[in-house]
């Protein structure tokens, strides 16, 4: 991997901050640096192209359509779904998940029965269900963790009874990294009969995804996450199932035929993506994913499983460090403590040099919760990120503590 040259496509890694330190861009779990193929994709649809799809007889609506439409198969590819039928654009995994819990919940689900989430979901995947809670009566089952980080899977199977409905857990932690054993998850939900909704937020970015070899019944992801832009994400969801589910929203596209006295419903995927879409997101994230494939998911893994490793060894010399999480097979992101200094204090310091991180409960308060902390200090990693910023990173953390 030619590190030099994939960080000149990302233009913002070299600004300096507050006028004398390089930036350090550490906060790629937050949202990842855009490069240059993707925003100038944008531009020139934008400027060349830009009328809205499925809509108009012209020339510039049927290129438009034709664009939007290669990005869905684009998106197919890059997650090996069966069908461009299985591919629904949202806003991001946060609709996605909403999406289905809506749905699922409204079509499939009575007072009395069960979801299945974990301890250490994202409030995306936990309060989606608590409204359907709130509407229907269901409850939400919660598998436990380790004290180092990782789902009991004992507990988990545990859990099943006969009103469990569906299973809703993250791939890969945003806190702890954990990267969660979903091929077992799915096969045991499977065995009871229970579909799966994976949250793949933390984890597209970072490895392959197969869905079909996963069988996931349903999965999220972020396009802002992977290098495209904000405000797209996608809904896979097995054919079957997305047959089987009311539409989310009701407007433009997602119709057959409308009267007042019966509107009938237009076939996959387009009977979940009312309202005019965002087309030319939809080109950003096909250009991303196109990046992310050109350099090779698997060499991306590589090299940020080596930075992580790197990171874990240096991060633990600093004296009082601590790091949340298996300290093992951890994925690209790194929540910790050093010793009694407030994370928040820890965040604003570092960003003072150059260094951004995240500080908080990261959208994942009942973790805090079962960690019992209030939050931690964040580093997360990408494609682009290098050993020597992991060195800044080190340097800074040391040189904080040193104040304290
Ligand atoms: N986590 C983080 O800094 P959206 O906001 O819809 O793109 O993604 C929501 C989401 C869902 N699940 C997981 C596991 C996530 O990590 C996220 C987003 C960001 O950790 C922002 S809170």
């Not at 909403?98 to 979801?115: R, Y």
């Not at 597209?204 to 992801?221: E, G, N, R, S």
């Not at 994370?343 to 009942?366: F, K, M, S, V, Y």
Request: proline share 3%; charged share 20%; glycine share 8%.
């Amino acid at each position: 991997m030619n590190l030099s040259s994939i960080r000149e496509d990302f233009p913002i890694l070299q600004r300096t901050i507050y006028k004398k330190y390089p930036l350090v861009y550490l906060d790629n779990g937050a949202t990842t640096q855009k490069p240059r193929q993707v925003v100038e994709a944008m531009s020139e649809e934008y400027y060349n192209v830009n009328a809205n799809v499925h809509r108009g007889v012209h020339f510039l609506s049927q290129q438009a359509t034709e664009m939007h439409e290669q990005s869905r198969e684009t998106v197919r590819r890059f997650i090996n779904a069966r069908s461009t039928n299985e591919i629904i654009f949202t806003r991001g995994t946060t609709e996605s998940i909403n999406l289905v819990a809506s749905c699922f919940g409204d079509a499939m689900m009575q007072e009395g029965d069960e979801v299945i989430v974990s301890e250490m979901e994202h409030h995306s995947n936990i309060v989606s269900w608590q409204l359907v809670a709130a509407r229907k009566g269901i409850r939400l089952r919660v598998i436990p963790i380790t004290d180092d980080g990782r789902l009991c899977m004992d507990a988990y199977e545990q859990l099943f009874t006969e009103h469990t409905k569906l299973v809703s857990v993250a791939h890969v932690s945003n806190v702890l990294g954990t990267i969660n054993p979903v091929g077992d998850i799915i096969r045991i939900a499977h065995d009871h009969g229970v579909p799966v909704l994976i949250d793949g937020a933390q984890s597209t970015p970072h490895m392959a995804i197969d869905v079909q070899q996963l069988d996931c019944d349903f999965f999220a992801f972020s396009g802002h996450k992977i290098y495209g832009p904000t405000g797209i994400g996608v809904l896979y969801g097995k054919e079957e199932w997305l047959d089987r589910l009311p539409p989310y929203m009701g407007g433009g596209e997602m119709i057959q035929s409308v009267s007042f006295e019966h509107t009938t419903y237009n076939e996959l995927p387009f009977k979940f993506e009312a309202g005019t879409p965002d087309y030319v997101a939809t080109t950003g994230l096909a250009r991303a994913l196109d990046y992310v494939s050109a350099i090779g998911m698997d060499r991306i893994e590589a090299h940020e499983r080596d930075l992580t490793r790197y990171a874990m060894e240096r991060m633990m010399e600093i004296e009082g460090m601590h790091i949340f999480g298996p300290m093992d097979d951890h994925d690209a992101v790194i929540s910790f403590q050093v010793g009694n200094i407030h994370h928040l204090d820890l965040g604003t310091l570092l960003d003072r040099l150059g260094i951004a991180i995240r500080t908080g409960h990261h959208c994942a308060e009942p973790l805090m919760h079962r960690l019992g902390i209030q939050g931690t200090a964040r580093a997360s990693f990408a494609l682009y990120n290098t050993r020597e910023e992991i060195d800044a990173l080190v340097s800074a953390i040391e040189r904080v503590r040193r104040m304290f």
